[in-house]
């Protein structure tokens, strides 16, 4: 398995600590944002796999302004860890999708806080006018400003299922617009989707390889309550990934990677009370555990760095 420095991957906080010099956290912040797949710009019913908090389950309460949802969120990591270090993540919903003046006052809040070191926003790749994508220039030009794409696949069957509502054309569009402006680019993408194989998987690695970006999340596909992917899942038209199969593909997609994609994430958290399958997926630490030894057993485990 190519690697990085002689690691098998990149690992996000390899990546920050080289940077940085120490740990860096992410804060989990709700914008108070919507997004155009559920407010009928282009659908009404989201994405099929996500959940009624648009992904950001874990974000801190949007009734809370932005510096005091940073302050509660810092207070808790620092409960358990000394950090000096955060990132400021925009996660819930799409986090450009909000008139300007209302995108800058926000996000300058957020790095306004002299222990943020970078901004990062998830958002689509259809929400990222020319006056968003000025905004996120110029305050690149005073923090680090990362943009997290939902791609999730390149194959249009499965995005059309899944209901995504853009087209790949208009992902490269987006990458190469941030690109220009050296913005960051992060693509999320979903393993274990409807329909999609190892074949599928690894074709959308390898698009990634020759798309200008910085970094991807693998994400294990999770079936949430209240979705409608939980009424296909229950209605017996797929299963989910076994924590085997997972780890396999997990390993194939790091062998496909170029070599200085920094990985954000290898696996990811559902919330419990949402979460219907897979149950494994829970024991967040053990499944990478278990994909340490597993790739140690692939003989491709010299200095390996991973994100816990």
């Not at 994430?265 to 494994?280: F, S």
Request: charged content about 25%.
């Amino acid at each position: 398995m190519a690697g990085y420095q002689g690691r098998p991957y990149y690992s996000l906080d390899a990546y920050l600590k080289e940077c940085y010099g120490e740990k860096v956290y992410k804060l989990s912040l709700d914008g108070g944002m919507t997004c155009p797949n559920r407010d009928g710009t282009c659908g009404d019913r989201g994405c099929i796999f996500c959940s009624a908090g648009g992904s950001g389950d874990f974000a801190a309460d949007r009734s809370l302004s932005v510096p005091e949802q940073i302050a509660s969120q810092k207070a808790l990591v620092k409960k358990k860890r000394p950090v000096r270090k955060f990132i400021a993540y925009f996660q819930a919903y799409t986090n450009t999708y909000a008139p300007v003046s209302y995108l800058e006052k926000i996000f300058l809040e957020a790095i306004s806080d002299p222990e943020v070191v970078i901004l990062s926003v998830a958002t689509r790749p259809d929400c990222l006018g020319s006056e968003v994508l000025e905004l996120l220039d110029r305050i690149n030009r005073i923090k680090p400003v990362w943009v997290e794409l939902g791609l999730q696949t390149i194959h249009e069957q499965t995005a059309r299922y899944i209901r995504r509502g853009y087209e790949l054309s208009c992902f490269e569009e987006a990458v190469r617009e941030l690109q220009r402006r050296n913005l960051q680019v992060i693509v999320h993408t979903i393993l274990g989707l409807p329909g999609e194989s190892e074949r599928e998987v690894l074709q959308t690695m390898d698009y990634l390889n020759q798309q200008p970006v910085s970094g991807i999340k693998l994400q294990l596909l999770h079936v949430l309550r209240g979705t409608d992917l939980a009424e296909d899942y229950l209605a017996g038209k797929f299963e989910v990934l076994t924590k085997e199969q997972y780890l396999q593909l997990v390993i194939d997609c790091l062998t496909h990677l170029r070599p200085d994609l920094v990985i954000h994430r290898l696996t990811g958290d559902g919330p419990g009370e949402l979460l219907i399958a897979p149950l494994w997926s829970q024991a967040k630490r053990t499944v990478l555990n278990e994909l340490h030894h597993q790739m140690k057993l692939q003989n491709a485990c010299q200095g390996l760095y991973y994100q816990v």
